[in-house]
């Protein structure tokens, strides 16, 4: 069966880093685009950042540009995201997710997610 499993969260400063990973099993992985969506307190789940099937295009929400990259091993089968200069607005879980990209580079979420990974910035 198809599995995401995240790794790599945890309690920081505010100005610090954290890389979060996500390992998939049971799907082709280089064929599938990756996304990372974040959901904090009350708020709606959005996406952050996402790159293509190769790993030659990413695309970043503005309100992480300049701060997150995302990054693929396709030999691996493990998406990441290094997450810099952290402000406490980005105190959320984050989830990866398998998805599309379309032809004009719009990023559409699969069924599949991994399990979420807290990220909490103190200030």
């Known amino acids: 069966q198809v599995q995401l499993v995240e790794s790599g969260g945890g309690l920081v400063q505010a100005g610090g880093s954290l890389r979060l990973s996500c390992a998939a099993s049971?799907?082709?992985?280089?064929?599938?685009?990756m996304g990372w969506y974040r959901q904090g307190p009350g708020k709606e789940r959005e996406l952050v950042a996402h790159?293509?099937?190769?790993?030659?295009?990413?695309n970043y929400a503005d309100s992480v540009k300049g701060r997150f990259t995302v990054s693929r091993d396709n030999a691996k089968n493990t998406v990441y995201l290094q997450m810099n200069d952290l402000k406490p607005e980005d105190t959320a879980v984050y989830y990866c997710?398998?998805?599309?990209?379309?032809?004009?580079?719009?990023?559409?979420?699969?069924?599949?997610w991994g399990q979420g990974s807290q990220v909490t910035v103190s200030s």
């Open positions: 997710n398998a998805g599309i990209r379309d032809s004009s580079g719009t990023y559409h979420r699969g069924d599949y």
């Open positions: 049971g799907i082709i992985f280089s064929l599938k685009a």
């Open positions: 790159i293509s099937s190769s790993g030659n295009t990413a």
